[in-house]
């Protein structure tokens, strides 16, 4: 296996594979032309999104926005999010309909070994799934191998290291559930 399949599976892999560095580079190019627009250019805006990242309608993205790679993140119809949304997707995000992100989110799929000697050299990921009509407040964190059930609620500032039903409001640190809709 080479290092994008490892990681792509979710195995760990060597960060720094050269066809890695360049599949990032390209996503941090677009991210920065993205985020250097005109607020009135939305349609270079859209443009760009669509080549970045897999979406099945309309998308708004407000700047600053920064992805690992951009072919791992899939997006439903209707997605919004608010300034300085961050992705790292090593493994999959998908991401349903209707879904709205608040300033400041974080979705991390990429996470390191805890042996600081290993962490040198290694990285792995966990895919993450947002279902539909989820609402992620500002400055929440999304972390690796998460589920969030469509129809939830995700408060400010939590940071969501479990999978997080359907139908609820869940905040905190670790982020829990704190009322079923």
Same mark, same amino acid.
């Given at each position: 296996?080479?290092e994008k399949s490892k990681m792509l599976a979710g195995?760990?892999?060597?960060?720094?594979?050269?066809?890695? =560095?360049?599949?990032? +580079?390209? #996503?941090?190019?677009?991210?920065?032309?993205? $985020? /250097?627009?005109? %607020?009135? /250019?939305?349609?270079? &805006?859209?443009?760009?999104?669509?080549? =970045?990242?897999?979406?099945?309608?309309?998308?708004?993205?407000?700047?600053?926005?920064?992805?690992?790679?951009?072919? $791992?993140?899939?997006?439903?119809? &209707?997605?919004?999010? $608010?300034?300085? =949304?961050?992705?790292l997707d090593c493994c999959e995000v998908k991401i349903?309909?209707?879904? +709205?992100? #608040?300033? $400041?989110?974080?979705?991390?799929?990429?996470?390191? %070994?805890?042996? %600081? *000697?290993?962490? /040198?050299?290694?990285?792995?990921?966990?895919?993450?799934? *947002?279902?539909?009509?989820?609402?992620?407040?500002?400055?929440?964190? *999304? +972390?690796?191998?998460?589920?969030?059930?469509?129809?939830?609620?995700?408060?400010?500032?939590?940071?969501?290291?479990?999978? *997080?039903?359907?139908?609820?409001?869940a905040v905190g640190s670790p982020c829990r559930v704190?009322?079923? =809709?």
């Amino acid at each position: 296996m080479d290092e994008k399949s490892k990681m792509l599976a979710g195995l760990p892999y060597d960060a720094w594979d050269k066809q890695l =560095l360049q599949e990032r +580079m390209r #996503a941090k190019q677009l991210c920065h032309r993205f $985020n /250097q627009l005109q %607020p009135e /250019q939305h349609k270079v &805006r859209s443009k760009i999104i669509s080549e =970045l990242i897999n979406t099945k309608g309309s998308v708004l993205i407000e700047p600053n926005f920064w992805v690992d790679y951009g072919y $791992n993140i899939f997006v439903g119809k &209707r997605f919004y999010s $608010n300034h300085n =949304l961050t992705i790292l997707d090593c493994c999959e995000v998908k991401i349903g309909d209707n879904v +709205m992100c #608040a300033p $400041n989110v974080l979705i991390s799929t990429a996470t390191h %070994p805890i042996d %600081p *000697i290993e962490r /040198q050299t290694t990285e792995y990921g966990a895919p993450i799934t *947002i279902g539909d009509n989820v609402w992620i407040g500002g400055n929440a964190a *999304i +972390m690796p191998g998460v589920t969030i059930g469509s129809g939830t609620t995700i408060g400010a500032g939590s940071i969501v290291t479990k999978d *997080i039903p359907s139908n609820c409001v869940a905040v905190g640190s670790p982020c829990r559930v704190i009322k079923h =809709l």
